[in-house]
């Protein structure tokens, strides 16, 4: 059985920073773009940060970026996000997506149909 199981979330004051990390398993995902996404209550899912197969292609969303630092390592078969000066509004569940049709990164491919591969989503929390 192929999963994504998020791990990192939890509540930090605004300011702070928090290490989200993403493992694979059933598969790897080591030939494939990843990326995060976030969905706040009663708001839509949103791209966050995608990076491509080897790790040299990434690419963040606007309220993220110079915030956030998206990382792989292929041999553990996982994906990290790393956010800083974090603000109440990036309050959401934090989701981890691959696109096994994808290797390399042309652009954000921030649509949440180009990916195929869902973890169930972590929790953070930012208090003001």
């Known amino acids: 059985q192929v999963q994504l199981v998020e791990s990192g979330g939890g509540l930090v004051q605004a300011g702070g920073s928090l290490g989200l990390s993403c493992a694979a398993s059933g598969r790897t995902f080591s030939n494939n773009v990843m990326a995060w996404f976030r969905q706040a209550p009663g708001k839509d899912r949103e791209f966050v940060a995608a990076i491509n197969w080897n790790g040299d292609t990434t690419f963040y969303a606007a309220s993220v970026k110079g915030r956030s630092t998206v990382s792989r390592d292929n041999a553990e078969n996982t994906v990290s996000l790393r956010m800083f000066n974090l603000k109440p509004g990036d309050t959401a569940t934090y989701y981890c997506?691959?696109?096994?049709?994808?290797?390399?990164?042309?652009?954000?491919?921030?649509?949440?149909?180009?990916?195929?591969?869902w973890g169930q989503g972590t929790q953070v929390t930012v208090s003001s």
């Open positions: 997506a691959a696109d096994t049709d994808r290797r390399y990164l042309s652009g954000p491919y921030s649509r949440i149909d180009e990916y195929d591969y």
